[in-house]
């Protein structure tokens, strides 16, 4: 449940449902923009959430359900799915989101993940056939990952920090008894990758900073239990595994060493050869296969949109897919006879629905319709990419939402949004939070500024240690390219965005007061001092790479308290909302409240929403509610005023 501070009068204010309506014009097309203002049906955030948030695909052994993970009862729950009579049957009812993993190879029991209240000390759960649960790896302070069954489902493997909190160990469980046996004990500070079909090959990865990490390959049958180096040796470069082949032969891993953009490697474990194995214009993100290894399914993160493949391996061809409804395919699974295939189809308009598909038939079946259906889909607004130039030329992409009743008889306020991280990507998608808004009247420019994910490894690393600067600036000129436009009202323009994106949204408000006439911050760091000295235990195996981009607390510090908010408080003038889950481990409530007290004494207005049963990230849909109601009437107040 929630806790609201209001710490400043907030009066309702009309939306722009009808705004510009009244006025005519003597060309054709702005009679046309004023008839879509007035039929364009406007919907509250209750209706936006109404929506039904889905993932998950795993097929039951037979091959007639799939497992997934849906927040249709207000929180994420465990179903098993028909295929044919597209059926749910509840499996979970927690107080805390459950999140499905998968069935087991050979029989209907489940395994899924669960933390507690927000705080990402995620367990790992056996839900069995007669309904009871069982978490094999207790403790308040464990947080533990399924890391992948045997080939035949007698064992399935468990990562855990139960014997150091800062380290992930890998344990065996038996597939019928749950005992665990220990099998590699992480004292080198590497991270579990993959692990080969027949068990006897673990991958590893290690991050040396943010532009260089190695793999290693442990064999399990030899006694010294010590990694090999294979990938990373001698250049400086990302290296991850990402799967072995099914006949655990070969590990196919990515890597940024021959060029800007991430290919996918294979790496031969008997003669130690390398080759590439897959390329593109963008980062390969994933691969994967089918249970024998038929097919190969791979995505591309082209300009902020994932681009999935499914390959025939006999043919080398990509599978000819049956005709679907636009969007982007994502989550695709296949039964363990690979006659059936599942995936999600997802877009701007359209949240994630769930769809079945029999290899080489002429069409699938939708199994979910997700979109609330009191919303017409007509009345949602795609997006689109556009770039602009920066303060120094650099040419910086962003995704761009127009509200439909904008016009340049009808100018909208507008919002720059920032993404999190450091390092994160806004990208195309549906977004029930960012459509409600837009749906109001608010366009929403999701800029992906320098330091982004997606566009090669010298922009990601351009704020290398220049955060809350440089960074900033391109936020900045965001702004800039949202004034050039004659449908935008260039003195109505906010910045919000969550974790990163909230410090980026203190950070304007706090040095470069003038620029944004509000702000809302949603758990974002205020003091990167603090942060950087307070990060979970679990997060040692990257805190170099953390520090190597963000800079090391013990001697950046001075650095640190000049980008960090909190101390430069005083220059906010500018209205500000505060939101912040009480639970959450990466930037803790103080952060927050310390912020608002600060700017509270300058006068200013604030805002502030504090979830107790959350962490970083919303998972509850009454909070994503009330979150979203928070931010309309907040800027229906400040902004468009």
Same mark, same amino acid.
């Given at each position: 449940m929630k806790k609201h501070f209001q710490l400043a009068a907030v009066a309702c204010a009309l939306g722009l449902a009808l705004a510009g309506c009244s006025q005519t014009s003597s060309t054709s097309k702005a009679?046309?923009?004023?008839?879509?203002?007035?039929?364009?049906?406007?919907?509250?955030?209750?209706?936006?959430? =109404?929506?039904?948030? &889905?993932?998950?695909?795993?097929?039951?052994?037979?091959?007639?359900?799939?497992?997934?993970?849906?927040?249709?009862?207000?929180?994420y729950s465990l179903y098993a799915v028909d295929i044919k009579t597209a059926k749910k049957t509840r499996l979970t009812d927690f107080q805390d989101s459950t999140y499905a993993v998968r069935y087991f190879p050979n029989d209907e029991r489940v395994i899924f993940t669960k933390d507690s209240g927000g705080n990402e000390r995620f367990h790992v759960y056996v839900r069995e056939v007669d309904g009871s649960v069982k978490d094999l790896t207790p403790g308040e302070e464990t947080r533990a990952r399924f890391a992948g069954f045997t080939e035949d489902g007698s064992h399935f493997y468990i990562t855990s920090n139960q014997r150091d909190a800062k380290f992930m160990d890998l344990y $065996?469980?038996?597939?019928?008894? #749950?005992?665990?046996?220990?099998?590699?004990?992480?004292?080198m500070g590497l991270d579990v990758g993959a692990i080969s079909p027949d068990g006897r090959f673990i991958a590893l990865s290690k991050n040396n900073s943010n532009k260089d990490s190695d793999v290693f390959i442990l064999d399990t049958m030899k006694k010294t239990l010590k990694p090999e180096l294979i990938a990373g040796k001698d250049v400086e470069a990302t290296f991850g595994p990402e799967t072995f082949?099914?006949?655990?032969?070969?590990?196919?891993?990515?890597?940024?060493?021959?060029?800007?953009?991430?290919?996918?490697?294979?790496?031969?474990?008997?003669?130690?050869?390398? $080759?590439?194995?897959?390329?593109?214009?963008w980062d390969v993100n994933f691969i994967y296969f089918s249970k024998s290894g038929r097919y190969q399914v791979s995505g591309v993160n082209a300009d902020a949109s994932t681009k999935v493949t499914v390959m025939d391996t006999k043919t080398g061809q990509s599978i000819a897919m049956p005709s679907l409804p636009?969007?982007?395919?994502?989550?695709?699974?296949?039964?363990?006879?690979?006659?059936?295939?599942?995936?999600?189809?997802?877009?701007?308009?359209?949240?994630?629905?769930?769809?079945?598909?029999?290899?080489?038939?002429?069409?699938?079946?939708?199994?979910?319709?997700? /979109?609330?259906?009191?919303?017409?889909?007509?009345?949602?607004?795609?997006?689109?990419?556009? $770039?602009?130039?920066?303060?120094?030329g650099l040419e910086i992409p962003g995704v761009l #939402?127009?509200?439909?009743?904008?016009?340049?008889?009808?100018?909208?306020?507008?919002?720059?949004?920032?993404?999190?991280?450091?390092?994160?990507?806004?990208?195309?998608?549906?977004?029930?939070?960012?459509?409600?808004?837009?749906?109001?009247?608010?366009?929403?420019?999701?800029?992906?500024?320098?330091?982004?994910?997606?566009?090669?490894?010298?922009?990601?690393?351009?704020?290398?240690?220049?955060?809350?600067?440089?960074?900033?600036q391109d936020i900045v000129y965001g702004k800039k390219h949202l004034q050039s436009l004659d449908w935008v009202d260039g003195d109505k323009i906010g910045i919000m965005g969550g974790s990163y994106g909230g410090f980026m949204t203190a950070a304007a408000l706090a040095f470069e007061p003038e620029e944004f006439k509000v702000g809302i911050n949603i758990f974002g760091v205020t003091n990167w001092v603090r942060t950087l000295n307070s990060i979970p235990p679990w997060w040692e195996s990257f805190k170099k790479a953390l520090y190597d981009e963000m800079g090391d607390p013990a001697t950046d510090g001075d650095r640190h308290r000049a980008i960090s908010p909190l101390f430069h408080a005083k220059n906010i003038t500018k209205p500000l909302m505060v939101i912040q889950?009480?639970? =959450?481990?990466?930037?803790?409530?103080?952060?927050? =409240?310390?912020?608002?007290?600060?700017?509270?004494?300058?006068?200013?207005?604030?805002?502030?929403?504090?979830? =107790?049963?959350?962490?970083?990230?919303?998972?509850?849909?009454?909070? $994503? &509610?009330?979150?979203?109601?928070?931010?309309?009437?907040? /800027?229906?107040?400040?902004?468009?005023?």
């Open positions: 009679a046309e923009a004023v008839q879509q203002a007035q039929t364009l049906k406007q919907y509250d955030a209750e209706t936006f959430f =109404d929506t039904t948030s &889905i993932m998950g695909s795993s097929f039951s052994p037979n091959g007639d359900k799939i497992l997934v993970s849906s927040d249709e009862s207000g929180i $065996r469980v038996d597939a019928k008894s #749950y005992e665990v046996t220990p099998v590699y004990q992480n004292k082949s099914r006949d655990s032969k070969a590990l196919y891993y990515s890597t940024n060493a021959k060029g800007e953009f991430a290919q996918i490697w294979r790496y031969d474990l008997t003669s130690g050869e390398h $080759r590439l194995a897959l390329k593109d214009e636009a969007g982007n395919l994502r989550g695709v699974n296949f039964s363990a006879d690979e006659k059936t295939m599942a995936f999600y189809l997802n877009s701007d308009t359209s949240p994630n629905n769930l769809f079945v598909w029999q290899v080489g038939t002429s069409n699938a079946s939708q199994l979910t319709n997700s /979109l609330s259906a009191a919303i017409d889909q007509n009345d949602l607004v795609e997006s689109t990419i556009v $770039r602009f130039k920066s303060f120094d #939402y127009k509200p439909k009743q904008a016009n340049s008889n009808n100018k909208v306020p507008a919002l720059v949004w920032v993404h999190g991280g450091p390092g994160g990507q806004s990208r195309t998608g549906y977004s029930a939070m960012q459509q409600h808004l837009v749906n109001h009247g608010y366009a929403i420019f999701a800029v992906n500024n320098r330091g982004s994910s997606g566009y090669g490894k010298t922009f990601f690393h351009l704020d290398d240690k220049k955060h809350g600067t440089d960074d900033l889950g009480a639970n =959450d481990p990466r930037v803790l409530q103080v952060e927050s =409240d310390e912020l608002v007290a600060a700017v509270k004494a300058n006068g200013v207005p604030v805002e502030y929403v504090l979830f =107790d049963d959350e962490g970083h990230g919303f998972t509850k849909k009454e909070n $994503r &509610i009330e979150a979203s109601n928070a931010y309309l009437k907040f /800027l229906n107040t400040y902004l468009n005023n």
